[in-house]
């Protein structure tokens, strides 16, 4: 019997050692697989990202591309060519689909490109409605992150290839040599910009058939006329004394503002013309601030969203060309400031 207990007990103890070894083993994997996936897409964290060293072709892509991304993610990675005199350019592929957008911004799942020497966003894009067209760095850096939030994941997600470019090859593209289906679509946006009237712009766009253009454009259809913009009238009361009343209208205030509609919607994947619109901003100082506090500042009180109809013009998907139609894109207006202690939040 005793013989028979011992027998037991070597058994269990070289069974628990077993299951200690499995258990170590499955964990060591999972790390390594964790580790490896984090690796591979970027760094969850939007205040640290991966760093890519690039010296030739590459990519980086969405998780599980070309299948549905995961859900709460912050990806980022910053490309860093090796040499300090040459560019970075960025080429989508063709298989893209995110989160579509809300109002046509990019609110919830987006991939956004930055250029890190001066923080300026150069495209923010979601849906699936037209690829991003090519991105090219000011230097030898890009950074580029990825967001998801908790609800509808979409698929394929975004796959972006990457390689060297050197500077001569952007300044060799000019608009007086290519014809502007031929021309990227930053160069093309400065070129549309640099037209007075519409009808020199569709002239430049459609040379042998600009005239039908311009009468397709303003041809009634059955769709929804565009929203009306109707700017309020100011009130002024005349017996206010007159200084006051100025320093009322120099302080904190709406006034006019132009702003760049691609940069206020970030859609860098479509071109807007006028490309720059007036809006109503705070603006001003507040040294006659009524608040008990070291220092004021100048907030929006009351905010709206106006409708304004503009000309768009975006790619033809899978062939040259550019889609040209009426639009209405919405801006903020700030309709009423005031001034508060600065680190407080407006009405």
Request: proline share 6%.
């Given at each position: 019997m005793l013989l028979f207990g011992l027998l037991l007990l070597t058994s269990a103890l070289a069974g628990q050692r077993h299951g200690t070894q499995a258990e170590s083993n499955l964990s060591s994997k999972f790390q390594f697989s964790s580790s490896n996936n984090k690796e591979q897409n970027g760094v969850q964290d939007p205040q640290h990202e991966?760093?890519?060293?690039?010296?030739?072709?590459?990519?980086?892509?969405?998780?599980?591309?070309?299948?549905?991304?995961?859900?709460?993610?912050?990806?980022?990675?910053?490309?860093?060519?090796?040499?300090?005199?040459?560019?970075?350019?960025?080429?989508?592929?063709?298989?893209?689909?995110?989160?579509?957008p809300e109002d046509d911004i990019c609110k919830y799942d987006f991939v956004e490109v930055e250029e890190p020497s001066d923080g300026t966003?150069?495209?923010?894009?979601?849906?699936?409605?037209?690829?991003?067209?090519?991105?090219?760095?000011?230097?030898?850096?890009?950074?580029?992150?990825?967001?998801?939030d908790e609800y509808f994941p979409s698929e394929p997600g975004f796959c972006?290839?990457?390689?060297?470019?050197?500077?001569?090859?952007?300044?060799?593209?000019?608009?007086?040599?290519?014809?502007?289906?031929?021309?990227p679509l930053d160069l093309l946006n400065n070129a549309v910009t640099a037209f007075s009237t519409l009808e020199d712009l569709i002239r430049y766009l459609e040379p042998d058939r600009w005239q039908l253009d311009i009468e397709d454009l303003y041809r009634p259809t059955w769709q929804l006329l565009g929203k009306a913009f109707v700017f309020g009238r100011k009130s002024r009361v005349v017996d206010l004394n007159l200084l006051k009343e100025e320093v009322r209208l120099y302080s904190c205030t709406p006034r006019n503002f132009s702003v760049s509609i691609r940069e206020?919607?970030?859609?860098?994947d479509t071109i807007f013309w006028p490309g720059c619109l007036l809006v109503k901003r705070c603006g001003g100082n507040c040294a006659c601030?009524?608040?008990?506090?070291?220092?004021?500042?100048?907030?929006?009180?009351?905010?709206?969203?106006?409708?304004?109809?503009?000309?768009?013009?975006?790619?033809?998907?899978?062939?040259?060309?550019?889609?040209?139609?009426?639009?209405?894109?919405a801006l903020e207006h700030h309709e009423e400031c005031d001034c508060v202690?600065?680190?407080?939040?407006?009405?």
């Open positions: 991966r760093i890519i060293t690039v010296s030739s072709n590459g990519s980086i892509h969405s998780p599980r591309f070309p299948h549905t991304y995961p859900r709460n993610m912050v990806l980022v990675w910053r490309l860093v060519a090796v040499e300090e005199n040459v560019w970075i350019q960025l080429t989508f592929d063709e298989r893209f689909g995110l989160e579509d966003i150069l495209g923010r894009w979601c849906g699936s409605g037209a690829v991003p067209g090519k991105q090219i760095s000011k230097g030898n850096q890009i950074r580029i992150r990825f967001v998801s972006i290839h990457y390689n060297i470019v050197m500077p001569q090859f952007t300044e060799a593209v000019s608009p007086s040599v290519l014809p502007p289906s031929a021309l206020e919607l970030k859609r860098t601030c009524l608040h008990n506090c070291n220092e004021c500042q100048c907030v929006p009180s009351k905010v709206t969203k106006k409708y304004h109809e503009v000309l768009q013009l975006r790619p033809k998907i899978g062939v040259r060309g550019l889609h040209k139609s009426l639009t209405d894109v202690c600065r680190g407080s939040t407006g009405g």
